[in-house]
């Protein structure tokens, strides 16, 4: 078979859009908890109004959709932070298919694009997410949609699952060009693995003085250098992912990364790291963003006996 | 396990062609890229400097003969022709990022800040200047919850490097005005960053203190 017909072939695979619908859910959380935190705070005025209207900074040139919209005023911005968050709540029942989406997706992306000073790579992300996310097939299972369309809330009727992969290539291509741009002496080999140690001690985002990690400087030298080469390896985590998909089919190289578990091994770290990023440093949502591509990393057979395991209610 | 149609259609080549499109251009934008970077006086800083201390070391252990200036110009060559050549590159490619959000730029914690600067506001009452806001203190705690917020942390970095005065001088306009409401018996507000190097893993552990010096303060007076 040709290379261009088996790559056809590949992204028009079929499959119930489980994991799809997990990581619309975390994205629509994602979403209301950051736009929901800015409201909280009282920073929507500071943030993102021009400085005529009581915000720090003008903003001649907003994003594209602000400029439709009428500019930065105030109430563009408020109907545009009140669009995120009805959009993302949408996301998380499963209501609207991808038109919840699309609005969720535009309006973040115009509020949080008006001042990118106080926003970081995990508005791009999640951005990048809720695009795809307006590609997928969402809803079709684990929604109010699917409740209100088959009176379950669950469907497994096979979907299209090719933005499953550009989930996965998303995240993995982001964990892999974010390492390679770590070249600084303490990350690389050569240097001494102090990168951590020192990003701990930066005020701007550690949640504590975290001089006393000092004392265990030698685990933040293990630290940083498993993470750096985890970046740096994540193209192999694309290719356990698509080995573990692929398992039925032949090859050395695809039995001995599914015998080793290695898609396991980088989604654990994945973990590892994330969940320490979050209980040392305050990042805003880029953990909670990022781990919202990991249901993506399993097939819907994968992921229902996970939570059939979970379950409370066990079939007979 | 996924299941796929015997022979797939003329729309499942429409979407590969469009899958492709879209995985060549989300790559090429991520690949590394200096971007912000590119700021001759953010390569005065002194983290900055001593990382390219650290690889002139490095490349002369390798061989090489250059001083740290001589490699400084060159990578400054380099990254320049670099950067003007993947503008070229992604140019056409613009308006998909700009309508569809697929923008790529993940340069996190590229190297560790060995000089942040952390951020102090004060007010003058009766002549003497009163801390009300620093960074990460439990003590000095005014308008903490908002200033401590992660979206203002975002800001507190950037205005702590020299290319973003213009900015910070904004931000510190805006925070004096809300002050002097606050404090209705000061006559001036101060915004300043205390930039200071971090302390090494011996030096924590032998209890030293951290030590650095004031920049960038910016009075306004009732």
């Not at chain 1, 695979?13 to 994205?27: D, F, W, Y």
Request: include cysteine.
């Amino acid at each position: 078979m040709r290379l261009v017909d088996r790559f056809v072939r590949f992204f028009d695979q079929r499959e119930p859009a489980t994991p799809l619908a997990l990581v619309r859910i975390l994205l629509g959380l994602t979403t209301v908890l950051t736009i929901g935190s800015v409201v909280i705070h009282g920073l929507v005025p500071v943030l993102w109004f021009d400085i005529a209207d009581g915000g720090y900074r003008s903003h001649p040139q907003g994003p594209w959709l602000v400029q439709l919209l009428g500019g930065v005023r105030p109430d563009v911005v408020w109907r545009l932070v009140a669009l995120s968050l009805i959009g993302g709540t949408a996301m998380i029942a499963g209501v609207g298919g991808r038109f919840a989406a699309l609005v969720t997706a535009l309006s973040f992306r115009a509020v949080t694009g008006i001042n990118s000073h106080t926003g970081g790579s995990y508005d791009l992300l999640l951005s990048n997410a809720l695009f795809l996310a307006v590609l997928a097939p969402t809803t079709r299972t684990l929604s109010v949609d699917c409740k209100l369309r088959t009176g379950s809330w669950t469907d497994d009727t096979p979907q299209h699952s090719w933005v499953r992969w550009l989930f996965v290539y998303q995240i993995v291509l982001t964990y892999w060009t974010t390492g390679l741009q770590k070249v600084s002496s303490h990350w690389t080999p050569g240097g001494d693995f102090s990168a951590l140690y020192y990003i701990l001690q930066q005020p701007s985002w550690h949640r504590a003085d975290m001089r006393w990690i000092a004392s265990a400087f030698p685990l933040t030298q293990l630290g940083t250098a498993t993470s750096w080469f985890w970046e740096i390896l994540a193209p192999l985590w694309l290719l356990a992912v698509y080995y573990a998909a692929t398992r039925e089919r032949e090859g050395r190289a695809r039995r001995w990364f599914n015998r080793l578990y290695v898609r396991e091994i980088f989604a654990i770290l994945g973990v590892v790291f994330h969940v320490a990023i979050h209980v040392f440093m305050n990042v805003g949502p880029f953990s909670l963003v990022s781990l919202a591509f990991y249901p993506a990393l399993y097939s819907h057979e994968e992921l229902s006996r996970v939570i059939r395991r979970f379950s409370p209610v066990r079939s007979a | 396990m996924a299941t796929s149609p015997s022979k797939p259609g003329a729309w499942a080549y429409v979407r590969a062609a469009f899958i492709a499109f879209h995985l060549v251009a989300i790559s090429l934008m991520a690949m590394p890229a200096p971007g912000g970077g590119m700021s001759r006086s953010a390569w005065k800083d002194p983290t900055v400097q001593a990382e390219f201390r650290a690889w002139t070391d490095r490349v002369n252990a390798m061989g090489a003969d250059v001083t740290q200036q001589e490699f400084e110009d060159r990578l400054w060559d380099f990254a320049t022709g670099f950067m003007k050549a993947r503008t070229k590159v992604l140019a056409p490619l613009g308006p998909y990022f700009k309508y569809t959000g697929a923008k790529q730029s993940w340069r996190m914690f590229v190297a560790p800040h060995r000089f942040p600067a952390r951020l102090e506001f004060r007010v003058r009452i009766d002549g003497d200047w009163q801390t009300i806001y620093r960074a990460r203190s439990d003590e000095y705690t005014w308008l903490g919850t908002e200033l401590d917020h992660d979206r203002m942390r975002s800001a507190q970095f950037r205005y702590g490097w020299s290319q973003y005065a213009g900015t910070y001088r904004r931000f510190s306009d805006h925070y004096a005005a809300r002050a002097l409401e606050d404090y209705p018996d000061a006559d001036a507000f101060m915004s300043v960053f205390y930039k200071y190097r971090t302390l090494s893993p011996e030096e924590a552990r032998s209890g030293m203190d951290i030590e650095g010096r004031y920049i960038s303060a910016r009075v306004v007076n009732r």
